[in-house]
C-alpha cells in the first residue's frame, strides 16, 4: 500500500493560459498486489478534499475499506514504506485491533515495513501507469473523469471512491498511555 502523491483536477494543460481554473486535490490509496500475474485485483481508494483530508484517520479509512472488500481472508499481510504519518500511527493500530476482535473480521492483520533506501513497490508502479495515462489523454475534467481514466491505466485495477469515512476520535485519560478508540460512523 503506497498513498500517490497529491492529484490535481481539472487537468487541462493548455487551457491556464486563458484564464485562471482553480483544481480539486485528489487523494489515491493504492493497494496493488505483489505481482501482476496474480489472481486478486489491485485497487485504488480515491477521494478528494471536499471530502476529507489527508490526516491518519482518512488513511486509515481506505486500508478499513480494503479489508471490508477482502472479508473472507483471514489474514492479511500490507507491505508498506516507513511514513509515521500514514502509517505509523495509534489511529491506525488502535483500527486494526478493533478489526481483527470483531466477530467477521480477520484472524490477522500485518504490516510489513520496508527497509530504509529500499522503498519501490508494486504501489509505484501503479501510480507510474495512472500518471502515464492521464498525461496520454491530456485532459481530465472531473473526479469521475479521473476514476474512468485510472480505472483504464491498468488491467486488474478496481477504483474505489471513498465517500463514508468512520472517524476516529482518542480521548486520552490523565495518562498519555491510556487511550480508547471510538468509532462513529458518518
Known amino acids: 500500500m503506497d498513498l500517490q502523491k497529491v492529484i490535481l483536477i481539472s487537468n487541462m494543460p493548455h487551457i491556464k493560459f486563458s484564464y485562471f481554473v482553480s483544481r480539486l486535490v485528489v487523494f489515491n490509496e493504492t493497494f496493488a498486489t505483489i505481482s501482476k500475474s496474480s489472481s486478486y485485483n489491485s485497487h485504488c481508494v480515491l477521494w478528494h ?16 475499506r480494503i479489508i471490508d472488500i477482502e472479508r473472507d481472508v483471514t489474514k492479511i ?17 488502535s483500527a486494526l485491533v478493533n478489526i481483527v476482535n470483531l466477530e467477521n473480521g480477520p484472524d490477522e492483520v500485518i504490516i510489513k515495513y520496508l527497509t530504509k533506501g529500499h522503498i519501490h513497490m508494486s504501489a509505484d508502479g501503479i501510480h507510474g ?20 481514466t485510472i480505472e483504464g491505466s491498468r488491467n486488474k485495477l478496481t477504483v474505489l471512491p471513498l465517500k463514508n469515512f468512520v472517524t476516529g476520535k482518542i480521548k486520552r485519560g490523565q495518562q498519555k498511555t ?3 478508540l471510538l468509532l462513529i460512523s458518518n
Open 178 to 180: 491510556k487511550m480508547t
Open 129 to 148: 501507469n495512472i500518471e502515464a495515462k492521464i498525461r496520454r489523454k491530456g485532459k481530465v475534467f472531473d473526479f469521475q473523469d479521473l476514476i474512468s
Open 49 to 64: 478534499e471536499a471530502i476529507n483530508g489527508r490526516k491518519a484517520e482518512n488513511l486509515t479509512d481506505a486500508i478499513v
Open 77 to 93: 499481510v500490507f507491505w508498506s514504506d516507513n511514513c509515521c504519518a500514514q502509517n505509523k500511527n495509534r489511529i491506525l493500530f
